[in-house]
């Protein structure tokens, strides 16, 4: 399983931004898929997950209201669409996939499968 992030980037606080996670290798079905973020001296901490079909979807409290992930099954993509950025969504973004529904999907070695990870820098 292969996955590429993309769609990071340089953007002032209030703006949007879309990432995008590829998947190839597998059939991503029954996968779980999530986004992590790591800023410089912290943990990578969970951001959002969505099982592949597309009918559970989770958030970190600090992305409630203003991130939104969604997935193709028919393009393998996964999508987070983040608006209302703010300097504190500062960080790499990585996303990450693992086969079938875990309850410990906020913990980084839940997941098997990581991509690259995408830079993402908000300015005030």
């Known amino acids: 399983v292969q996955l590429q992030a993309s769609g990071g980037g340089l953007v002032q606080a209030g703006g949007s931004l879309r990432l995008s996670c590829a998947a190839s290798?597998?059939?991503?079905?029954?996968?779980?898929m999530g986004w992590f973020r790591q800023a410089p001296g912290k943990e990578r901490e969970f951001v959002a997950a969505?099982?592949?079909?597309?009918?559970?979807?989770y958030y970190a409290d600090s992305a409630k209201g203003r991130f939104a992930i969604s997935g193709d099954n028919a393009e393998n993509t996964v999508w987070l669409q983040m608006n209302s950025l703010k300097s504190e969504d500062t960080a790499v973004y990585y996303c990450?996939?693992?086969?079938?529904?875990?309850?410990?999907?906020?913990?980084?070695?839940?997941?098997?499968?990581w991509g690259q990870g995408t830079q993402v820098t908000v300015s005030s």
């Open positions: 290798g597998r059939t991503f079905s029954t996968y779980f």
């Open positions: 990450a996939a693992r086969e079938g529904y875990s309850g410990a999907y906020r913990i980084p070695n839940e997941y098997k499968y």
């Open positions: 969505i099982h592949w079909s597309g009918g559970i979807k």
